[in-house]
């Protein structure tokens, strides 16, 4: 080289001259802190459903197998949705917000209907005769069936909840993936967010919620929180008043207010009125 006058340079990949960055990477930091909300709420929510399911299944050795196959079903089903769907979407944030706000609603509604609809008629009049049983083998039981006890009723629990809950998860990594150059370091920190959520998710709902308010008010500040979703959704859209993003926190927190207290709750599922049932609840189980 130096004897010569060698030009030396080094040939830059095209993809990454051609790389755009939009204006708002710098507002990103925001999505890790939702990312870490909703991992909290997925992880409360899961702890609720499988307690109270506990109890609705009538705790046998399929309980828990089935009850985790149709959770992590229905949350793959939700993210194939979301992957296949994705590029039909103009704005991934407010559906990603609209998803995570819909799941507290959903999950509320179909609470409120367990625990207010007619026991007298349809499937609940089946599954309240089951409920009431002494013991797992009930004439009630094989009326009912197994498929309709150990399938549809964590369905009708958790099977829409669970599936929006995946199909968040690709219409995250669309709003924070911006550019090609930092794609493993934003797969990471979120996956960070959301574990961190779910760990103090478990914790403080194991710990803490079941302890002091029971599982079903426990199931009622979950909602409330999702109303914070709800508000981010609508906040930002320059087409509708800020009258709307104030209306959807309000119906979260409006359902998590019609959910029953404890007694009553758990009366339901033990097909019972809460005159007759005394419960005491702590992180470790119910009595």
């Known amino acids: 080289c130096r004897d010569f006058d060698v030009d030396v340079s080094i040939a830059k990949p095209t993809g990454f001259e051609a790389t755009h960055v939009p204006n708002d990477i710098s507002k990103i930091k925001i999505w890790f802190g939702l990312a870490f909300i909703a991992g909290f709420v997925a992880l409360a929510y899961e702890m609720v459903w499988f307690r109270t399911l506990w109890v609705a299944l009538k705790v046998n050795p399929q309980t828990f197998g089935s009850v985790l196959g149709i959770l992590l079903l229905c949350m793959g089903m939700g993210s194939i949705l979301g992957v296949c769907f994705i590029g039909r979407f103009n704005s991934p944030k407010r ?4 998803s995570q706000w819909l799941m507290g609603v959903v999950g509320a509604l179909i609470i409120l209907w367990f625990c207010y609809g007619s026991k007298e008629w349809g499937y609940l009049k089946s599954a309240f005769s089951y409920w009431g049983g002494a013991d797992f083998f009930t004439p009630a039981y094989h009326k009912m069936g197994f498929y309709s006890i150990h399938i549809l009723l964590p369905l009708l629990m958790l099977g829409l909840p669970s599936a929006a ?6 219409l995250l990594q669309k709003i924070v993936q911006l550019d090609t150059q930092h794609i493993g370091r934003r797969v990471g ?4 967010c959301i574990i961190l959520g779910n760990i103090l998710g478990s914790l403080v709902t194991g710990t803490i919620l079941f302890k002091y308010i029971g599982t079903s008010q426990t199931l009622a500040v979950i909602v409330a929180m999702s109303s914070i979703f709800g508000f981010c959704a609508f906040v930002r859209n320059r ?3 800020l009258f709307t993003s104030m209306m959807a926190a309000v119906v979260s927190i409006g359902l998590a207010c019609l959910i029953p207290g404890n007694k009553t709750f758990w009366s339901v599922f033990h097909g019972t009125d809460s005159d007759n049932i005394a419960v005491y609840e702590d992180l470790l189980g119910l009595i």
């Open 165 to 170: 809950m995946g199909f968040t998860f690709p």
């Open 95 to 98: 559906l990603y917000l609209l």
């Open 189 to 192: 920190r979120i996956g960070l």
């Open 239 to 241: 087409n509708l008043p």
